[in-house]
Nanobody
Framework: QEQLVESGGGLVQTGGSLRLSCVVSGGISGYTMGWFRQTPGKEREFVGAIRFSGGSTYYSDSVKGRFTVSRDNAKKTVYLQMNSLQPEDTASYYC?????????????????????WGHGTQVTVSS
């Protein structure tokens, strides 16, 4: 059973940046890692994902060009760099690990494809 722990959330002004981190207890080298976010009363929303090799990434249209997912397998850590933050980015952010392989990164948009989840970190963007 993997344990995922997110950190780096906080309060930031519109236009600011934050970098979230997610450490996986057993390591991340065998997983495709994803980031999701959720606000109260809404379904969990896909943000971005990175393949286990680090060679492929995939983003939702709402964050493309502003957010970047990266990983450091040696440090067992995946990152979400968030730039040009907007109030609508306010949410709890979750990292997740998938042990499934799909040739097309598109499939990793679904939360159902992930086996392990962290408990989330809150990001609040003030206007």
């Amino acid at each position: 059973q993997e344990q995922l722990v997110e950190s780096g959330g906080g309060l930031v002004q519109t236009g600011g940046s934050l970098r979230l981190s997610c450490v996986v207890s057993g390591g991340i080298s065998g997983y495709t890692m994803g980031w999701f976010r959720q606000t109260p009363g809404k379904e969990r929303e896909f943000v971005g994902a990175i393949r286990f090799s680090g060679g492929s990434t995939y983003y939702s249209d709402s964050v493309k060009g502003r957010f970047t997912v990266s990983r450091d397998n040696a440090k067992k850590t995946v990152y979400l760099q968030m730039n040009s933050l907007q109030p609508e980015d306010t949410a709890s952010y979750y990292c997740a690990a998938s042990d499934k392989y799909y040739n097309a990164m598109y499939f990793y948009k679904s939360a159902n494809e992930y086996r392990y989840w962290g408990h989330g970190t809150q990001v609040t963007v003030s206007s």
